[in-house]
Nanobody, 114 residues
Framework: VQLQASGGGLVQAGGSLRLSCVAS????????MGWYRQAPGKQRELVAV???????NLADSVKGRFTISRDNAKNTVYLQMNSLKPEDTAVYYCSAVQLGWHYWGQGTLVTVSS
């Protein structure tokens, strides 16, 4: 599975961004796709994931601000980020779980200025 993420950038606090991630390669039986992030000096943390059936799990810190969605026909997962805060600044990594294996994209930088 290869994951190609896009959509990061610089935005002011209160602004919005949408991240996209397209899966390619052997994409059968991808059970879960989602996003993790890693801020400087911190561990990678879950942001939001969505199963093939549409069940979602979001970190408490982003609930009410971020929305994750998935287009199975396009093998794409989206992360709509609203009301961004400086503490959302991080490298965001797309992820996919297939048959117990965890795959990672290359990461896209999101910078939120105050």
């Amino acid at each position: 599975v290869q994951l190609q993420a896009s959509g990061g950038g610089l935005v002011q606090a209160g602004g919005s961004l949408r991240l996209s991630c397209v899966a390619s390669g052997s994409i059968f039986s991808i059970a879960e796709m989602g996003w993790y992030r890693q801020a400087p000096g911190k561990q990678r943390e879950l942001v939001a994931v969505i199963t093939s059936g549409g069940n979602t799990n979001l970190a408490d810190s982003v609930k009410g601000r971020f929305t994750i969605s998935r287009d199975n026909a396009k093998n794409t997962v989206y992360l709509q980020m609203n009301s961004l805060k400086p503490e959302d600044t991080a490298v965001y990594y797309c992820s996919a779980v297939q048959l117990g294996w965890h795959y990672w994209g290359q990461g896209t930088l999101v910078t939120v200025s105050s």
